[in-house]
């Protein structure tokens, strides 16, 4: 059973660029989730999604921010006209819902992407 | 809103000395579920325990031991005879019962001295 992967691991971008991030959850997960972490901080939830469907995303994901999760595996995180402010690490989760449901399911996390913008 | 606070930025101790990390959260909501996780320097946030609001039972696993009271909204992580192993960040982080969003503290960054 492999874990969350994520890629590129490092992203070196000068602002105004656009950069997109990839995430494999683990395979049987149907969740998958997106955080943000800052230096010094904890991660900051930004969205998650259940299969394909995107079901909350925070007011941290601007409109520069867009992810998807097109056939309910792998999912991308893209931000547009990166800014200095947009560095950070990017980290990526996954959990599995079972039936019956219980009250809550445990996210793994992948390793981050850390993105610098220049 | 939720909010966790882990007023400790950063301990030190020598290896083999008992550490206690400390976590205060807020919440108005009467479900809800508490967490250690542990991010060494390679990044990866890894789960070390889970609480559930209705169970204030305390664990020990291990050299692992956690302290939940409710009455003073405290969920506290105590690692006997650290090692240096144990050098990492440890995040304490609130999930409101029925949703998603998990609430992380600021992180408690821990350095076990040889």
């Known amino acids: 059973d492999t874990g969350v992967s994520q890629n590129p691991r490092h992203k070196i971008t000068k602002r105004g660029q656009n950069v997109t991030f990839r995430c494999d959850p683990i395979s049987e997960h149907n969740r998958l989730y997106w955080y943000r972490q800052t230096l010094g901080q904890g991660p900051e939830f930004l969205t998650y999604f259940q299969n394909e469907a995107q079901l909350e995303k925070s007011r941290l994901l601007s409109d520069r921010f867009s992810a998807e999760r097109p056939k309910g595996s792998f999912s991308t995180l893209e931000i547009q006209r990166t800014e200095q402010g947009d560095s950070a690490m990017y980290l990526c989760a996954s959990s599995q819902t079972r039936d019956p449901s219980p009250p809550y399911y445990e996210q793994y996390f992948g390793p981050g992407t850390r993105l610098t913008v220049t | 809103a939720q909010k966790v606070t882990q007023a400790q930025t950063e301990i030190s101790v020598v290896e083999k000395e008992d550490v206690t990390l400390d976590c205060v959260y807020e919440t108005r909501d009467t479900t809800y579920y508490l967490f250690w996780y542990k991010q060494p320097p390679s990044g990866e946030l890894v789960f070390l325990i889970r609480?559930?609001?209705?169970?204030?039972q305390n664990e020990i696993s291990g050299r692992y031991s956690w302290n939940f009271q409710k009455s003073t909204s405290s969920f506290n992580f105590t690692i006997t005879a650290s090692q240096v192993v144990d050098s990492a960040v440890y995040f304490c982080a609130l999930l409101k019962g029925g949703y998603q969003k998990v609430t992380f503290g600021t992180g408690t960054k821990l350095q076990v001295i040889p």
């Open positions: 609480r559930n609001s209705f169970d204030e």
